[in-house]
Nanobody
Framework: QVQLVESGGGLAQAGGSLRLSCAAS????????MGWYRRAPGKQRELVAG???????DYGDSVKGRFTIARDSAKNTVYLQMNSLKPEDTAVYSC?????????WGQGTQVTVSS
């Protein structure tokens, strides 16, 4: 089992920044991918950003150039730096980890961006 705990959500103004953290614990040795997804009201869940164990990253089109995903392997933590926030970034952001074909999710953290 892998446990994921997110933190760092909250309220920001348009143009502002927030940083989300996702701390992994448990059987973390073979996690090969961690990512952030989001779900806005009335919309499907979408990929925000992901990072492989080798350090390769991918981003959703709507956040490219504004968001950055990074990891601290020593702390078993993945970060999502969100800059130039827009009201349409408002959503519940959830951390995801993949290990041995299994997918694990955190509880989610709310991000609200006011105009």
């Amino acid at each position: 089992q892998v446990q994921l705990v997110e933190s760092g959500g909250g309220l920001a103004q348009a143009g502002g920044s927030l940083r989300l953290s996702c701390a992994a614990s448990g059987m973390i040795s073979r996690i090969n991918y961690m990512g952030w997804y989001r779900r806005a009201p009335g919309k499907q869940r979408e990929l925000v950003a992901g990072i492989t164990s080798g350090g390769s990253t991918d981003y959703g089109d709507s956040v490219k150039g504004r968001f950055t995903i990074a990891r601290d392997s020593a702390k078993n933590t993945v970060y999502l730096q969100m800059n130039s926030l827009k009201p349409e970034d408002t959503a519940v952001y959830s951390c995801n980890a993949q290990r041995d074909g299994w997918t694990y999710w955190g509880q989610g953290t709310q991000v609200t961006v006011s105009s």
